[in-house]
């Protein structure tokens, strides 16, 4: 693992630090009232379980109805985040031109207002179960899946954002939560997305050798 002080980024808190058991729907109540809040201060404020809550963040957003682009915007910082997990970083680093970027309370309250009712459900029936699965490998596998959904997720595929988008949100609250439930739900959402995938590939590579024979046949 590359040492932190060799990278161009703030320090963060490691693993051992004292954890904070606030909710995370809390958490993002608390941003979406200030003003505006930087992308360290949210990582900070997260703690011992930020790499879960920041996965949870940025994918969450990829259910509502968005611009077009959006999922690409969305998807960088998965980019960089879910590999630190899949590479068993303590801490997540963030270069610094990232860490300072401000995002105001409103625009926050906009995006993470109609989903927190849910969020907040479902963080009733949530407790720290299934331990084996967050053992080191349990979350570097994690860390493989998110990778590899966020590649999908920042490619312009129409609607191709939801079902990685809902796969890397619940794989980010599994380990915000320590939910094994949620993580097990995770797999399944990560195994049907590889299904649509393949479908889907197929479907165009099928497309593109019709186009080409009738092309060849004009």
Request: net charge neutral; with cysteine; hydrophobic share 50%.
């Amino acid at each position: 693992m590359v040492a932190p002080g060799c990278l161009k980024g703030p320090l963060r808190r490691g693993m051992d630090d004292e954890p904070d058991h606030t909710s995370i729907s809390a958490i993002v109540r608390e941003f979406t009232e200030r003003e505006s809040v930087s992308i360290g201060e949210i990582v900070d404020r997260f703690g011992t379980r930020a790499f879960g809550a920041l996965l949870f963040i940025f994918a969450l957003p990829n259910l509502l109805p968005l611009p077009p682009g959006s999922s690409t915007i969305l998807g960088a910082p998965l980019l960089l985040l879910a590999p630190q997990v899949a590479l068993g970083v303590d801490a997540p680093w963030l270069p610094r031109s990232v860490d300072g970027r401000r995002i105001s309370g409103a625009d926050l309250n906009k995006v993470f207002g109609p989903l927190l009712p849910w969020v907040e459900r479902f963080e009733k029936i949530s407790r720290p179960r299934i331990g084996l699965l967050f053992s080191v490998w349990g979350q570097r596998l994690i860390g493989v899946i998110c990778t590899l959904l966020a590649f999908v997720l920042i490619l312009p595929i129409p609607l191709g954002n939801l079902l990685p988008g809902l796969t890397i949100g619940v794989f980010g609250f599994s380990l915000f939560q320590r939910d094994g439930f949620f993580a097990v739900a995770g797999y399944v959402l990560a195994g049907f997305s590889a299904f649509l995938l393949y479908v889907a590939a197929d479907a165009v590579v099928a497309g593109v050798r019709l186009l080409v024979n009738w092309l060849g046949g004009a």
